[in-house]
């Protein structure tokens, strides 16, 4: 969850499609410049121990953009295969 968010602060679109599960993954990601990450608050987790094949994260991430900050409230579920996590969907709250 965290290296998906630095992801999204530096924009590396490569890397968020990489760990994005092949089942939802969109063909193209296109980032909004305008939107600045600046902090993650992770609110609690599910699952998603190192015995763990699947789990979900409940985060607040902050973000500045021209119009002001704000943050987005979710709920993200994982699945683990072959070793690695990929996001699969989320919830916005």
Do not use: C, K
């Amino acid at each position: 969850m965290r290296s998906r968010f630095s992801a999204f602060a530096v924009g590396d679109v490569n890397y968020l499609l990489a760990t994005w599960h092949p089942s939802t993954r969109p063909v193209e990601l296109a980032l909004d410049a305008d939107i600045r990450w600046t902090r993650l608050d992770i609110l609690g987790r599910s699952r998603g121990g190192m015995l763990d094949t699947e789990g979900t994260v409940e985060f607040i991430a902050h973000f500045r953009s021209e119009s002001g900050s704000g943050s987005q409230h979710e709920i993200s579920r994982f699945v683990r295969e072959s070793g690695a996590w990929s996001y699969v969907a989320g919830v916005v709250e």
